[in-house]
């Protein structure tokens, strides 16, 4: 971002600058998110650095939020530990966070469906508690799907050629007419997808990346069911998850081929080698658009 070049040398600098007691440690670049450069920091610890416009704002919402959230959640999280603060070196904030061990999901998919989704659903359950007031809110997460129909319509020709073009669209509007959610926001993840969380053993190991996190309606995350899980895992998911009811998931449904639809689109364009793209969320995006189709 900006005329910065991010390499060894300058995340070693920064550390020397604001943590020498972890500037000695092995530092290695790994495979990140959308957002941030990851450096694995030793064998407990990950260095984040914002690479896009809007990634200081989402290592803001981590830092504020995450550490008192993690306590109480079943799965590794990468948890802040120390903050980096904007300097002449880097003009931007950074974080140190836990390393969370595992490969991530669009990498090392889930194969054991039944014990991931009883994973997930045990996390979410501890995830989806009714936030204060003053949680953050996301303009594109855990809002009434209405409000997104703009989003859709610009995702569709992804789909559109395709013979699940006419059910990708019912299942679309079937989630905008469900009942709204209508109890209190509760905390989201906000941005479930395979890129997100880490596989070992064949099943979920950890939930990464919480810059979208937010408040609002759950039914975002439990697209999930569909997102990450293997075919046949949603039944046993939900129901481990209990407190559902035939709206929800409906609009889960919707949130699913919402986030089918853009991971096809990122894997499209990694597959031309155009910046932003990711060639290996394509598959996860078709596999999870077929998954929802075979779950109506």
Known sequence: MGN???????????????????????????????????????????????????????LRNEQQWLPALAPRLPLPVPTPVRIGEPSARFPMPWIIAAWVPGEPGDRAPISRGDHAADGLAGFLRALHQEAPAEAPVNPNRGVPLKTLTHEFDQRFPTVASSDAAADV???????????????????LHGDLHPANVVVSDGTLAGVIDFGELGAGDPATDLAAAWVLLPSGADTRFFDAYANTDEAMIRRARGWAVLRSMLLIGIGRAGDLGLPGGKATWGPAGRSTLDRVLASG
């Open 4 to 58: 910065f070049e991010i390499d060894e040398t300058l995340v070693r600098s920064l550390l020397q600058e604001q943590h020498p007691d972890l500037a000695a440690l092995d530092l290695r670049l790994v495979d990140g998110g959308w957002d941030n450069q990851l450096w694995r920091l030793g064998d407990e610890l990950a260095v984040r650095l914002p690479l896009t416009p809007r990634a200081p704002s989402l």
């Open 169 to 187: 669209k019912g299942i679309w509007d079937e989630a905008v007419s469900a009942p709204e959610w209508d109890g209190p926001p509760v905390w």
